[in-house]
């Protein structure tokens, strides 16, 4: 079966608060030597406020009554997914190979955890939004936006970083696949694949710590999310 979601890589930088930094401008480096022949997409503040105007006038309202600027760089790489597919990683993550025999006969996927980081958070498994992939029009994915954009979130929340996981982050992808994600099609993958190292496992790596057990955990992966977690 052929590749349905289409090759392009996504990476989102706005440069509001500050210029992408040169250690995220190389991990970016590693998506594009990895696909030599994909198209690859650098979205600036600009880009996609055009993107959002042209394609979703819509939406434009709620995306800019966004409590916080994650929830925008959450939410856009929902419509831009949507609109177009592709890949969608963050500047945090690093591409180890190519990514071809993992998107094989699938039309969307997200990323799972590792389950130190769901048991964290009080439920079973995970999924993160740090690396997507999906074809344009996804039944799934047009859910998400759904979800981000026309249904209005009332509960109180206590903490800045919950509110973010729950309304358009992690928090919020991992209901909608419990739900949603079987009769869609939606394929989780495996952390060892996608998110193999945990956020303790990047201060080790750091600090040079229990580095043979990291390299352990990098025999199947295709790619690393080192959770900098520069959002926080």
């Known amino acids: 079966m052929k590749q349905s979601i289409p090759k392009i890589i996504h990476q989102i930088w706005s440069g509001v608060e500050e210029p992408l930094p040169e250690h995220f401008r190389m991990l970016g480096e590693t998506w594009k030597a990895n696909h030599p022949t ?7 503040n600009n880009k996609m406020n055009d993107f959002i105007q042209k394609i979703y006038p819509q939406y434009w309202n709620t995306y800019n009554s966004f409590k916080y600027n994650i929830q925008r760089w959450d939410s856009i790489r ?19 190979k190519p990514m071809n025999n993992l998107l094989k006969d699938k039309t969307c996927c997200f990323s799972l955890e590792p389950k130190e980081h769901a048991i964290a958070l009080g439920v079973s498994t995970l999924i993160n939004n740090a690396i997507m992939m999906s074809e344009a029009n996804h039944s799934f994915m047009k ?34 696949y419990e739900t949603f994600g079987k009769e869609h099609n939606v394929h989780a993958i495996p ?22 057990n990291l390299e352990g955990k990098l025999k199947k992966a295709f790619a690393v999310h080192y959770f900098f977690n520069t959002w926080t």
Not at 38 to 44: A, G, K, M
Not at 78 to 96: R, V
Not at 163 to 169: A, F, K, N, S
Request: glycine share 4%.
């Open 191 to 212: 952390a060892e694949y996608i998110s193999p190292f945990t956020r303790q496992d990047t201060i080790d790596l750091f600090n040079n710590i229990n580095i043979t």
């Open 38 to 44: 994909w198209e690859y997409v650098l979205w600036d």
């Open 78 to 96: 929902y419509l831009i997914l949507n609109e177009i597919g592709g890949i969608y990683a963050d500047f945090d993550t690093e591409c180890l």
């Open 143 to 176: 859910k998400v936006v759904i979800k981000v954009f026309q249904e209005k979130n009332t509960m109180p929340y206590t903490h800045r970083n919950l509110e973010i996981l729950d309304t358009t982050g992690p928090l919020m992808l991992t209901k909608l």
